[in-house]
């Protein structure tokens, strides 16, 4: 049997077929001396710039002398440049080809070793069950006391269940060794196609690899016990989407409503990204909702037009009108973060050098600004800030109209994007943000590798200091600030942290999961409104919602273990 100019009964990896083999012998040796040597001396340069050993004129002469050798190879490769793309352009053609009937002989060949071993377990099942059956047969017909008789038979029955466990085990042990096999032939497909191309890749060919790694791996009881709260809330909100135009006459699902859920994020996105850093190292932090009424009250100090109305301590009320807008917003954003800062320092220190819970040491700090806040301004709002600085930085821009309806973007949308990609940053792409992964997970061990668990531990209540800081500044543009400003605040940015995977045990988590938390409350809690909910019934929604985040959490952590 053969199709086009291949014998599918002779086909071989690619990596063993002659005439690849020659390709890529063809390529390397026309690559030598251009863009392979270039390479090399490319390394060879940094190598030479770090040497501490070469005095500095020795240094010169041989950057100078690797660098007349790289515009040589440079030189070399662009001569060659047209005849590699060419063979390339063959070699990759030839290999699809190849790789495409020998997948064909592969996947056909591991759907018959599977289809055999189904074959193969429902004969054992049968065989087990007969086997149990006459066994049963034998005890009951036997003589003896009917207890012991009973026991017998429960023996029987428990082996023949752990002998049909592990028949079930070996036929998946069989499918999942056959998907591995077949997947494992286009990772050698793509590994083979990168080599031809000096080891670049093409987006096509890395979005179906890891489509078929995902296929290979993927088994639908782990997928829903993963996913299971995410399809949950999913089908929630398909449900209220269904339920809007009956109940109250309107759609649910529009343009203007996403935007609107998203402004009522954007500031406790910061408060979730504050919060996800203390949860990743296992604590949390009960002191946020009163960190924000505190930098909330002092940017609404600064910001209200003309005299204000609150005194602090007795002290007031002032004036900043005279001071220019721009300094207005520095200050009142610098004492907002300054503030948060201070406080945030504070539970970190005791919490870090003490090894006091942060529980306890954000509890104690939630207190003390309460107290403070609530004495020194006896509770009386700081009004409203200026307008002309509310519409700027808290206001919409109307994008248009569509469908009848006017399209207002919120700008606080904007700073909550950028706080995202800053706290995804250091999560991902900084040594702090890896230090913090490895004192959450296990903070003896980071320890023991070198890391200073004090400042990591330090470093993270002071980011989330700066969060809070910056949210609790945005804050005081939504609403008038008090000191009752952001009450239960702590428990949403906790709840969506938990909701959005990162783990109470530490280690575990990413910030994309903080801000799909935060997303789901309060899509969740703005779909409940929408509908007339009343405001207590949610709270049975959100307080579910959280139960069975932890849950599923726990019995992770306890399969792990």
């Known amino acids: 049997m053969s199709e086009g100019n291949f014998d599918i009964n002779q086909i071989v990896p690619g990596s063993e077929d002659p005439k690849l083999q020659k390709l890529m012998k063809e390529l390397e040796d026309l690559r030598r001396d251009g863009i392979s040597r270039e390479l090399l001396l490319k390394e060879d340069l940094a190598s030479v710039k770090r040497d501490k050993v070469l005095s500095k004129d020795e240094k010169a002469k041989e950057i100078e002398k690797i660098k007349e050798e790289i515009v040589k190879a440079k030189g070399i490769a662009l001569e060659r440049k047209d005849k ?245 917003v520095i200050i009142s954003l610098f004492v907002s973060i300054c503030l948060c800062v201070l406080f945030s320092s504070f539970s970190g220190f005791f919490t870090a050098r003490l090894k006091i819970h942060p529980f306890i040491t954000t509890l104690s700090t939630q207190l003390i600004i309460y107290g403070i806040l609530f004495f020194g301004t006896s509770g009386t709002p700081v009004g409203s800030i200026d307008q002309s600085i509310r519409s700027m930085i808290g206001g919409r821009w109307t994008l248009g109209v569509l469908g009848g309806q006017r399209i207002m973007f919120p700008k606080l949308i904007i700073p909550a994007v950028i706080a995202i990609v800053v706290a995804w940053f250091i999560w991902n792409k900084t040594t702090f943000g890896k230090n913090m992964y490895a004192v959450g997970g296990n903070s003896e061990a980071a320890a023991v590798s070198g890391i200073s668990v004090f400042w990591v531990t330090l470093g993270v209540f002071i980011m989330a200091g700066i969060f809070y800081g910056c949210g609790a500044f945005l804050e005081a543009f939504r609403a008038n600030a008090s000191a009752g400003t952001g009450q239960g605040y702590e428990t949403d940015a906790i709840a969506a942290c938990v909701v959005g995977g990162i783990s109470f045990n530490g280690g575990i988590g990413k910030i994309g999961g903080a801000v799909m938390g935060v997303i789901i409350f309060q899509g969740m809690t703005y779909a409940l409104s929408f509908l007339g909910i009343d405001t207590n019934l949610q709270f049975v929604f959100r307080g579910v919602i959280i139960i069975v985040a932890v849950a599923l959490d726990s019995i992770k952590y306890l399969k792990k273990k």
């Open 84 to 328: 590699i793309k060419s063979i390339e352009k063959e070699a990759v053609s030839y290999s699809n080809a190849l790789y495409k009937l020998y997948e064909k002989k592969i996947v056909e060949e591991e759907n018959n070793k599977i289809r055999d071993a189904k074959l193969s377990y429902k004969e054992e099942l049968s065989k087990i069950d007969v086997e149990s059956d006459k066994r049963v047969e034998r005890i009951e017909s036997g003589s003896g006391e009917k207890r012991i008789i009973k026991e017998e038979v429960a023996v029987a029955k428990y082996e023949a269940n752990s002998a049909r466990h592990d028949a079930k085990n070996r036929l998946s042990d069989i499918i999942q060794a056959s998907k591995g096999v077949k997947n494992q032939i286009y990772v050698d497909h793509i590994q083979q196609n990168r080599a031809f191309r000096n080891g670049k890749t093409k987006a096509g060919e890395d979005i179906a690899l890891k489509w078929k790694n995902y296929v290979a791996n993927f088994k639908a009881s782990q997928f829903f016990f993963s996913n299971g709260l995410y399809i949950a809330v999913i089908i929630f909100f398909i449900i209220c989407i269904i339920l809007a135009p009956i109940k109250v006459g309107a759609n649910l699902f529009t343009l203007p409503n996403i935007l609107t859920i998203f402004e009522q994020c954007s500031t406790r996105m910061f408060y979730a990204l504050g919060v996800a850093g203390l949860i990743l190292l296992a604590g949390t932090d009960l002191s946020v909702g009163r960190m924000v009424a505190m930098g909330a009250v002092f940017t609404g100090l600064f910001l209200h037009p003309g005299r204000n109305i609150v005194t602090f301590f007795g002290m007031g009320p002032w004036d900043f009108s005279m001071i220019p807008m721009f300094w207005r």
